[in-house]
T-cell receptor
Framework: RKEVEQDPGPFNVPEGATVAFNCTYS??????FFWYRQDCRKEPKLLMS???SGNEDGRFTAQLNRASQYISLLIRDSKLSDSATYLC????????????FGSGTRLQVQP | DGGITQSPKYLFRKEGQNVTLSCEQN?????MYWYRQDPGQGLRLIYY???????QKGDIAEGYSVSREKKESFPLTVTSAQKNPTAFYLC???????????????FGAGSRLTVL
C-alpha cells in the first residue's frame, strides 16, 4: 500500500463550483500534514498546512481525520486560476525530517 | 529577494555521461533536499542534508551523489549508474513554521533532465 494515496483525477468543474479532494495515508504516526499546489511544469508551492481542528484560508478549507487516516481539501467558488495539481504532503514520525508527497489530484476549472 | 536558484533549467545528456545540477539558496535555511518527479507521479526523495558537511540518502539515492560544503549550496550529480535519469529534478530548503512547528519546504523552479 502506498504511504500517501490520492485520486489522480482530473476533476473537471465549472467556475463557481465547490470541489473536495481526499487523501489517505497509511502511517498512523504521521505528524504534520500539508496541501501543496503545483502548476503544470512548475515547482510545488505550499497552499496550506492542515491542523487537527481543521483550518480555513479564504475559499480553501483543510481538515484532518486521524481516526480514518485522511485529510481533505475543500475549494469553494472555484476560479479558473485554481486549475492545478494539488499534492497531499505529510511528515512521517520516523525521525527523518523530509516530507512524503502524494502523486497529486488534478483540478481543471472550466468557464 | 530570497529564494532558491536551480540551474540549468533544461539539460540534455548522452547516455554514460555524468551531469551536475546546481542548487543555491540565500534563505539561510539549514536543511536542503533533492526530489525527483516523473510524469503522473509524486515527488520522490533522493538525498537530503540537515547541516553543512552532512547528508543522508533518501528513498532513491542509487545512481546519485551530493555534497554540502557550504550552507547555501547543495549540488546533485546524476551519474551514469542511474538507470532512468530523465526526470524533473526539484531542489528545496526548509524552515520551521512557528505556528505548527513543522518543516515547510520552499522549492526551486526545477531542472528538467533528458537523456538522449
Amino acid at each position: 500500500r502506498k504511504e500517501v494515496e490520492q485520486d489522480p483525477g482530473p476533476f473537471n468543474v465549472p467556475e463557481g463550483a465547490t470541489v473536495a479532494f481526499n487523501c489517505t495515508y497509511s502511517n498512523s504516526a504521521s505528524q504534520s500534514f500539508f496541501w501543496y499546489r503545483q502548476d503544470c511544469r512548475k515547482e510545488p508551492k505550499l497552499l496550506m498546512s492542515v491542523y487537527s481542528s481543521g483550518n480555513e484560508d479564504g475559499r480553501f478549507t483543510a481538515q484532518l481525520n486521524r481516526a480514518s487516516q485522511y485529510i481533505s481539501l475543500l475549494i469553494r467558488d472555484s476560479k479558473l486560476s485554481d486549475s492545478a495539481t494539488y499534492l497531499c504532503v505529510l511528515k512521517m514520525d520516523t525521525g527523518r525530517r523530509a516530507l512524503t508527497f502524494g502523486s497529486g489530484t488534478r483540478l481543471q476549472v472550466q468557464p | 529577494d530570497g529564494g532558491i536558484t536551480q540551474s540549468p533549467k533544461y539539460l540534455f545528456r548522452k547516455e554514460g555521461q555524468n551531469v551536475t545540477l546546481s542548487c543555491e539558496q540565500n534563505l539561510n535555511h539549514d536543511a536542503m533536499y533533492w526530489y525527483r518527479q516523473d510524469p503522473g507521479q509524486g515527488l520522490r526523495l533522493i538525498y537530503y542534508s540537515q547541516i553543512v558537511n552532512d547528508f543522508q540518502k533518501g528513498d532513491i539515492a542509487e545512481g546519485y551523489s551530493v555534497s554540502r560544503e557550504k550552507k547555501e549550496s547543495f549540488p546533485l550529480t546524476v551519474t551514469s549508474a542511474q538507470k532512468n535519469p530523465t526526470a524533473f529534478y526539484l531542489c528545496a530548503s526548509s524552515w520551521r513554521s512557528p505556528t505548527s512547528g513543522a518543516n515547510v519546504l520552499t522549492f526551486g523552479a526545477g531542472s528538467r533532465l533528458t537523456v538522449l
